[in-house]
């Protein structure tokens, strides 16, 4: 019986959706009056009657459903069985060749320690093994290998870092050193020790009237200025560098002397070198840098030859 229902069930299945394409046609060409229709009426029965024979045979299939035999019943447990032992056989496998995957792979990571990271991998490895297995042992003393080897990693670095630090301000050194080192190879500048780790610096050099007019302001000042302040900001630039060179050189001065030399012309008319400017200021004066009318009003003296 059970095949004969399911065979009914196909068969109403196939004829169920061939009348429900015919109920649609029958529909589309009665129109709007289609409930009225003939056709489209003993359609829409036999649709219903076979949809209902349909429903009736599938779940009599259901209900009919033949019990298997015993030799079935056993054939089916045996299999499942069987499968079950299969999957328990290859997880088993599986496992087996992960460990033994990575006991390969922790013995060639001891075999590459270095001296140092193998003096800690044998010292943490003889202190856990007395209380873990020794797979687990390994991989503990591993991990505080691991640990060793991001703290050695991260001294480096710090080390590299001071290291780099270290040049980059011996050169800033060396650089801020190179203009002084050319004064003193020139015989411009002389040291009087005064013997508590200052000294006293005098500073020769030629007198330069170059008037710096980069930038509105300076060009604003420069116009508005005569001959006279014109020179004075000029030479307080000089000055003002020469001073800052030796500054910059970590020298600790307790005053500057300098003193820019010209052409000169006596009351008889003969030409000489001589001062034609003479500036002195505290070594510890807070001047702001780079600017000469800041350095001028913080210096001690400033005498200018006249005509100047």
């Not at 015919?22 to 709007?32: D, F, H």
């Not at 949809?51 to 015993?70: K, N, R």
């Not at 011996?170 to 005064?194: D, T």
Request: proline share 2%.
């Amino acid at each position: 019986m059970h095949g004969f229902f399911i065979f009914l069930w196909f068969f109403t299945l196939i004829a169920f959706i061939i009348y429900w394409r015919k109920k649609a046609n029958a529909r589309k060409k009665a129109g709007v009056n289609y409930t009225n229709d003939h056709l489209y009426q003993s359609t829409s029965k036999v649709k219903r009657f076979i949809g209902t024979v349909c429903i009736v045979s599938f779940i009599l299939a259901c209900a009919t459903t033949p019990e298997p035999t015993p030799e079935e019943k056993a054939k089916i447990a045996a299999e499942k069985q069987a499968k079950i032992e299969q999957e328990a056989a290859q997880k088993a496998e599986k496992a087996a060749q992960e460990k033994a995957a990575k006991e390969e792979k922790l013995s060639d990571r001891i075999a590459n320690l270095s001296g140092d990271e193998k003096a800690v991998y044998d010292a943490k490895f003889q202190e856990y093994k007395t209380n873990t297995p020794e797979s687990e042992a390994r991989e503990k003393a591993l991990q505080d290998v691991d640990s060793f080897i991001k703290e050695k990693d991260e001294h480096a670095k710090q080390a590299k870092i001071a290291a780099e630090k270290a040049a980059k301000e011996q050169a800033e050194a060396n650089k801020k050193r190179e203009a002084l080192s050319k004064l003193e190879n020139a015989g411009k500048i002389k040291y009087y020790n005064l013997g508590d780790g200052s000294v006293n610096v005098i500073i020769t050099e030629q007198a330069n009237f170059e008037h710096d007019i980069h930038g509105v302001d300076k060009l604003v000042n420069y116009a508005t200025q005569d001959e006279h302040e014109r020179n004075i900001i000029s030479t307080s630039r000089q000055c003002m560098k020469l001073v800052q060179t030796v500054k910059d050189a970590g020298i600790n001065v307790n005053n500057f002397t300098i003193n820019l030399t010209g052409d000169v012309v006596d009351g008889a008319g003969y030409k000489s070198k001589d001062n034609v400017v003479i500036c002195e200021i505290a070594g510890n004066k807070g001047f702001k840098r780079d600017d000469p009318y800041s350095f001028y009003n913080q210096s001690d003296r400033y005498w200018m030859i006249n005509g100047l």
